[in-house]
Each structure stands twice: as C-alpha cells, then as structure tokens.
C-alpha cells in the first residue's frame, strides 16, 4: 500500500500563492503518474496537473503558467506550487499516484480557498 499525506491548504487573497505538498509512504522512483486534481463544490473532480516519470507534465488550460507540478524523489514528494490565484481556483485538491503494481491512491484532500 501507499500512503500519502497531503499539506500546504488554506485561504488565500486573490493574486497570492500557495504551495501544496503530497508526501508517499514508499518511494516514487517507480510512479509512472503523479498528480494534483481538485472539486469545487457542486462540480466534477478534475485533473490539475500531473507528472510522469520521464519527468514531462502537463496541466489543465485553466492553470497553464500559473501552477508547476514538481517532484523531490528524495523526499518522496510531489509538489504543486500555485501563483497568481484565483477565487475560481477554489477547490479541495487531491493527490493521486499510480504506483504501478501496487495500484493507484488518493490523498485525504485539502482545502484552497481564494478570496479577499
């Protein structure tokens, strides 16, 4: 199993930055996918930005150069750092892995909230 713990939520005013952290149980090295999605109330869960292994990412048009998704391999960690938000980035984010045969996991989520 893996486990991962997420940290970094909170509110912010519009304009601002937040940094959210998703730190695994067991080494990433081998994680062909790493990513950040988020919910907003009444809405579907969509997928923010993500990492593979080979170490390209890709991200939702509406967070294009505004949110980097990083990964710390010693740490075991992945990151996405979040500038110049907006009330609409308003969401609960999730972590999600897929940790090849051990299957995929989700984070417990954690709240952003954008607004002055």
């Known amino acids: 199993q893996v486990q991962l713990v997420e940290s970094g939520g909170g509110l912010v005013q519009p304009g601002g930055s937040l940094r959210l952290s998703c730190a695994s149980s067991?080494?990433?090295?081998?994680?062909?996918?790493m990513g950040w999605y988020r919910q907003a109330p009444g809405k579907q869960r969509e997928l923010v930005a993500a990492i593979i292994s080979g170490g390209s990412s890709n991200y939702a048009d509406s967070v294009k150069g505004r949110f980097t998704i990083s990964r710390d391999n010693a740490k075991n960690t992945v990151y996405l750092q979040m500038n110049s938000l907006k009330p609409e980035d308003t969401a609960v984010y999730y972590c999600?892995?897929?940790?090849?045969?051990?299957?995929?996991?989700w984070g417990q989520g954690t709240q952003v909230t954008v607004s002055s």
């Open positions: 067991r080494s990433i090295l081998s994680f062909p996918f």
């Open positions: 999600n892995v897929a940790a090849g045969a051990l299957g995929a996991y």
